[in-house]
């Protein structure tokens, strides 16, 4: 009887500890109650070993899935590469307290019409019909199926602790095929499946790879869908779109005028500033009397030698390093600054940046020579300067040797040429040059020859005159001269400052 049931098709369910084995019945021992698959599969897994046998006792259910006819010898495929679609009658054998089974034959519900099951792309699959009766089997089969894959999870780790208890002595253990499920296995298989004499020995080459793709052809593809698709907004395929800042218009309501500043006289070089503005340079007779102008109308030479003062320090301040060099982290590095000034109103305008300066905790050394009578202007300037932590001295001796961090040269005078030819002012020259430190020129003149000491910038005032070369970058800076004094002495003027009291030049 029990030979009868060789070379059928069944699913064993052990439980939640053990899973659900499928394979075809190789053996059955009546003696040892014990069964054998052959070709088993462990949770839709292919096992590792050829062979697993069963004790009655582990059997919770199990059912017959395909029964194979007489002299039927034809080689079977793998239960898990047709899909879950064998054929036959459905039966289940109980198991009762003696551990014997029970055959017990189920009736097959009919099916409408038959079904075709699509099989998994497999070189060892076969193609099968499957009848209304392998429906139902397939059917209850699946969701048994279903329901142990939930559980292979904690079937593998206890798969090796199976007492010998619960196996015959002769059957081989089960082993774990590291895999989730069957359709793992096939990936696995399709990415590491290849042989490995298969494997070339030569290595890839790059370059020649890398030559075969035409970046041209690529670009040319891509604008022109964007041309066609109009993906983009502005501009043509060939041509980056415009960026805007934060502070621009996108839409312009008028054409914007670069020319806003018109002299009456031929200008002899002209500046443009950061933004494009045209800033034409003025004689020294015309800057002359746009001074004279601006102080009968109440911009007195005292305002004036304040606003040069805070102008050029903040200036000043930015090349010592601004808030990077000036924090109180670095009190021991205080920067040090030398101020040549001249006895005339340019010197003053120097005293005054310089007190300006020692008010922010800058070292300053002040070199004035000695006169016997000084300007009303430079004697204000000094009695202030005097209140701050600044030195004063007359002798080019008390200038310290060393470098200094910035050297401010308010020397020279367009109405006083002849200090050029003093003594101490070739010796403030001198020291100047052989000091080696960057040099700021507060509103200086502009001269036939060359001056002595050369600048790395210059400040002017209001509007530049025609400096040249020597003069290093121009900067300019606003000392308040309102719109009408400018419109008095015949210059159209519109500020081109902006938020700024100090802005940079260029050579247009």
């Not at 040549?340 to 007190?355: E, F, N, T, Y």
């Not at 910035?406 to 006083?416: A, R, Y």
Request: aromatic share 6%; charged share 20%.
């Amino acid at each position: 009887m029990a030979t009868d049931w060789l070379g059928s098709i069944v699913s064993i369910n052990c439980g939640d500890s053990l899973g659900v084995y499928q394979g075809r019945v190789s053996a059955v021992d009546q003696v040892s109650q014990t069964i054998s698959l052959t070709r088993p599969f462990h949770n839709g897994v292919k096992c590792l070993v050829p062979e697993v046998t069963f004790r009655a006792g582990d059997i919770t259910e199990l059912k017959i899935l395909e029964i194979p006819g007489p002299g039927d010898n034809q080689h079977f495929g793998d239960l898990h590469q047709t899909e879950l679609g064998p054929s036959g009658v459905g039966c289940q054998v109980g198991i009762n307290q003696n551990g014997t089974g029970k055959l017990v034959k189920k009736p097959a519900s009919s099916s409408s019409a038959p079904q075709n099951i699509p099989k998994r792309t497999d070189v060892k699959s076969q193609d099968a019909a499957v009848s209304p009766q392998q429906q139902q089997c397939s059917k209850s089969y699946v969701d048994r199926h279903m329901e142990s894959l939930s559980q292979s999870k904690s079937f593998r780790r206890r798969h090796n602790s199976w007492s010998s208890s619960s196996r015959h002595p002769n059957q081989a253990t089960p082993k774990k095929s590291g895999v989730k499920n069957g359709q793992m296995k096939n990936k696995d298989d399709e990415c590491f499946g290849d042989d490995i004499e298969e494997i070339p020995d030569t290595d890839f080459d790059f370059e020649g790879n890398l030559a075969l793709f035409d970046k041209a052809a690529v670009f040319e593809e891509i604008d022109t869908y964007e041309r066609r698709s109009g993906t983009r907004s502005r501009g043509i395929p060939n041509e980056r779109p415009t960026r805007y800042r934060h502070d621009e218009n996108i839409l312009e309501s008028e054409p914007i005028v670069y020319r806003r500043i018109t002299v009456p006289h031929n200008v002899s070089k002209e500046f443009c500033t950061d933004s494009g503005l045209v800033v034409p340079s003025v004689s020294y007779e015309l800057h002359k009397k746009l001074l004279s102008v601006a102080e009968k109308h109440g911009l007195t030479l005292e305002r004036r030698l304040e606003m040069t003062g805070v102008c050029a320090s903040q200036m000043a301040l930015t090349l010592l390093g601004g808030p990077n060099r000036l924090n109180p982290k670095n009190v021991h590095q205080r920067p040090t600054v030398a101020l040549l000034c001249g006895p005339h109103v340019k010197g003053a305008q120097g005293i005054s940046c310089g007190r300006h300066l020692a008010n922010h905790d800058v070292q300053v050394i002040l070199f004035l020579p000695n006169f016997v009578k000084m300007l009303e202007s430079i004697t204000n300037e000094l009695s202030l300067f005097s209140k701050t932590q600044g030195q004063q001295v007359s002798s080019l001796k008390d200038l310290p040797t060393s470098p200094v961090d910035l050297v401010i040269n308010c020397l020279d005078c367009p109405e006083n040429i002849f200090l050029r030819d003093q003594p101490w002012y070739k010796a403030a020259v001198a020291w100047a040059n052989q000091n080696r430190a960057p040099v700021l020129s507060i509103d200086p003149p502009v001269h036939e020859v060359e001056q002595g000491i050369d600048a790395k910038w210059s400040l002017a005032l209001g509007l530049p005159l025609p400096l040249g070369e020597h003069a290093g970058r121009i900067y300019l800076c606003d000392i308040g001269i309102p719109q009408q004094v400018f419109q008095e002495v015949g210059i159209n003027y519109h500020s081109p400052f902006g938020c700024k009291f100090v802005i940079p030049l260029h050579s247009a």
